[in-house]
């Protein structure tokens, strides 16, 4: 049940704008990590499933999603660790816009 859903997110993060905002990241955001926190080890590999799932968005930047969720505890606040977040929806929003241009003209 938790891959799927963490899938979803992943995707909705990746591929809604309006997830790209403050006003719509701090709930995934906290959700992120709180079901971190509540599954222990397991999220590990829930969170890799649901990463391979996430289609338009290179490797290596959906690695460092990994890396923010498994630093979060380092951050003295949780404002300045959901801006990084912010900042990889961001990023992930832009690479997949910018592989359906590609695509598109390629066709």
């Known amino acids: 049940v ?23 990241l701090v709930e995934i955001a906290e959700l992120l990590w ?3 926190d509540l599954l222990g080890d397991r999220f590990w590999a829930v969170l890799a499933a649901a990463l391979r799932c996430l289609g338009g968005v290179p490797d290596w930047s959906k690695k460092r999603l990994e890396t923010l969720l498994r630093g979060r505890e380092s951050w003295p606040k949780r404002g300045p660790w959901i801006a990084e977040v912010q900042q990889l929806v961001q990023d ?9 241009l590609a695509s598109g003209s390629a066709a």
């Open 34 to 36: 709180t079901a971190a």
């Open 92 to 100: 992930w929003q832009r690479e997949r816009r910018n592989l359906c």
């Open 2 to 24: 938790a891959t799927p859903l963490i899938a979803s997110i992943l995707t909705a993060m990746a591929s809604q704008e309006h997830l790209a905002l403050w006003e719509g």
